[in-house]
C-alpha cells in the first residue's frame, strides 16, 4: 500500500534502504497482470502454450514486473513522487507458486531537481528476476 506521508528530499539520504517486500507469485497474477496490459502472448496465460514453448508453468510478463517495480518505489516514497524513469532488466522467469522478494536502497540525489535514484532488485528461488534503477523526483 503506498504510504500516504510522501518522503521528502531533505530527509533521504545516500545508502538509504527500502524495505523488503515479498510478492507472492500467482496464476492470477501473471495472467490477470497479461489481460490488463493487453499482452495475450499464450505463454502468459495458457498452460498447455507455456508447455510447449519449454517452460514448466505460465510466466509473467515485463509489464507485469514494470508495474511491480513501481508499486516497491511508491509504496516506500508515498503518493506524492513522480517517477522519471524506471530502467529495469529481466533475469530468471516468474512462475506461480514462487515468491519475488524486492530490496533496493538509494544510490544517487540530485539537490538541483530533488531527484533520487533507487537502485533495485526482485529476486525469486531461481536468483534474480529484475533489476534495474528508478528515479524519482520529491517535494
Known sequence: MTSLKTRQFDDVQLGDELPPLAVPITVTLIAGGAIATRDYFPGHHDLDAARALGSPHIFMNILTTNGLVQRYVE??????????????????????????????????????????????????????????????QLP
Request: no cysteine; net charge positive; proline share 5%.
Open 75 to 136: 509504496d516506500w516514497a508515498g503518493a506524492q513522487v513522480r517517477l522519471s524513469s524506471v530502467k529495469i532488466k529481466l533475469g530468471a522467469p516468474n512462475y506461480p507458486g514462487d515468491t519475488m522478494t524486492f530490496s533496493g536502497s538509494v544510490t544517487e540525489r540530485k539537490p538541483e531537481d530533488r531527484s533520487i535514484e533507487i537502485t533495485l532488485r526482485g529476486k525469486n528461488s531461481m536468483g534474480s528476476h529484475v533489476t534495474g534503477t528508478v528515479r524519482v
